[in-house]
Nanobody, 122 residues
Framework: VQLQASGGGSVQAGGSLRLSCAAS????????MAWFRQAPGKEREFLAG??????YYADSVKGRFTISRDNAKNAVYLQMNGLQPEDTAVYFC??????????????????WGRGTQVTVSS
């Protein structure tokens, strides 16, 4: 099983990026797919999760970020608008089984992508 995140880059404050995460090895259509980020010196932070019945967002990104998935492509996406310097971090996609739904703790997730860097300048 592999998760490959892409789409990171450098933008100015107020800009947008769209992250993609392609999964391979098996279908994740029934699982929870999520995005986390980790800034230097900080813990890994939950951003958003998605299952067949809905989505859940951290307060820090609600209204600015949108998570979506394409089960036919075994992929999850994160549309990020209104980026600010404090959004600078390495962004990771992650997958967990749908048991008990979306969780915000990193330890609940079984599969992780390698991460993609997002840098927002002021």
């Amino acid at each position: 099983v592999q998760l490959q995140a892409s789409g990171g880059g450098s933008v100015q404050a107020g800009g947008s990026l769209r992250l993609s995460c392609a999964a391979s090895g098996r279908s994740f259509s029934r699982d929870v797919m999520a995005w986390f980020r980790q800034a230097p010196g900080k813990e890994r932070e939950f951003l958003a999760g998605i299952i067949s019945t809905g989505t859940y967002y951290a307060d820090s990104v609600k209204g600015r970020f949108t998570i979506s998935r394409d089960n036919a492509k075994n992929a999850v996406y994160l549309q990020m608008n209104g980026l600010q310097p404090e959004d600078t971090a390495v962004y990771f996609c992650a997958v967990k089984a749908n048991t008990y739904g979306i969780k915000t703790t990193a330890s609940a997730y079984s599969y992780w992508g390698r991460g993609t860097q997002v840098t927002v300048s002021s």
